[in-house]
T-cell receptor, first 116, second 115 residues
Framework: GAVVSQHPSRVICKSGTSVKIECRSL??????MFWYRQFPKQSLMLMAT?????????EQGVEKDKFLINHASLTLSTLTVTSAHPEDSSFYIC????????????FGDGTRLSIL | AQTVTQSQPEMSVQEAETVTLSCTYD???????LFWYKQPPSRQMILVIR??????QNATENRFSVNFQKAAKSFSLKISDSQLGDTAMYFC????????????FGTGTSLTVIP
């Protein structure tokens, strides 16, 4: 089946640091990837849609300068949390869609980001 | 925007019993897809089952089946012969194709299987 790899799984860093999270589709090409944020015991909140070779589409209320997305190839999208602060601490999950119309999204294992 | 509602924040079921998780959605579209995802404590999102709106037949995957009522905009998940490994958060999701393929998730139902 389609596999999505997300790295790192856990990051702990100081306030003001920029953190990069990678999302890779291992056995399929993904022209579109998605980045979600999940607070404890809550649902996934879509942050942005990452499109290969073009700018990401951000959801309302998500700061594009804070959460930089790059989708330079058909198998890799990166999310960089710039100048992270404690309120950015959260669980971040990426997904990629395989197959044609109506295909399911396949999710990475997520990244637990903790900003001290 | 599409809305997906899961009215049961928490549920429990005895091992080997059957449980049904409810999901309703609001849309004016005729062609769309519905999914159930499972998120165990490991936090990985795992696809459980998928339903195409144009298909009248309910999808089944081993112990998992859905009751898809298009007119009522209802998409419930039935888990038969519940196992301890079924303990997880379950999210219902709606997708309208060809519009960025975005998923709209419900708020989730926390299911606990009791030994």
């Amino acid at each position: 089946g389609a596999v999505v790899s997300q790295h790192p799984s856990r990051v702990i860093c100081k306030s003001g640091t920029s953190v990069k999270i990678e999302c890779r589709s291992l056995d399929f090409q993904a022209t579109t990837m998605f980045w979600y944020r999940q607070f404890p015991k809550q649902s996934l909140m879509l942050m942005a849609t990452s499109n290969e070779g073009s700018k990401a589409t951000y959801e309302q209320g998500v700061e594009k300068d804070k959460f930089l997305i790059n989708h330079a190839s058909l198998t890799l999208s990166t999310l960089t949390v710039t100048s992270a602060h404690p309120e950015d601490s959260s669980f971040y999950i990426c997904s990629a869609r395989a197959g044609g119309a109506g295909g399911p999204q396949h999710f990475g294992d997520g990244t637990r980001l903790s900003i001290l | 925007a599409q809305t997906v509602t899961q009215s049961q924040p928490e549920m429990s079921v005895q091992e080997a019993e059957t449980v049904t998780l409810s999901c309703t959605y609001d849309t004016s579209e005729n062609n769309y897809y519905l999914f159930w995802y499972k998120q165990p404590p490991s936090r990985q999102m795992i696809l459980v089952i998928r339903q195409e709106a144009y298909k009248q037949q309910n999808a089944t995957e081993n112990r998992f089946s859905v009751n898809f009522q298009k007119a009522a905009k209802s998409f419930s998940l039935k888990i038969s012969d519940s196992q301890l490994g079924d303990t997880a958060m379950y999210f219902c999701a709606f997708m309208k194709p060809n519009t960025g393929n975005q998923f709209y998730f419900g708020t989730g139902t926390s299911l606990t299987v009791i030994p």
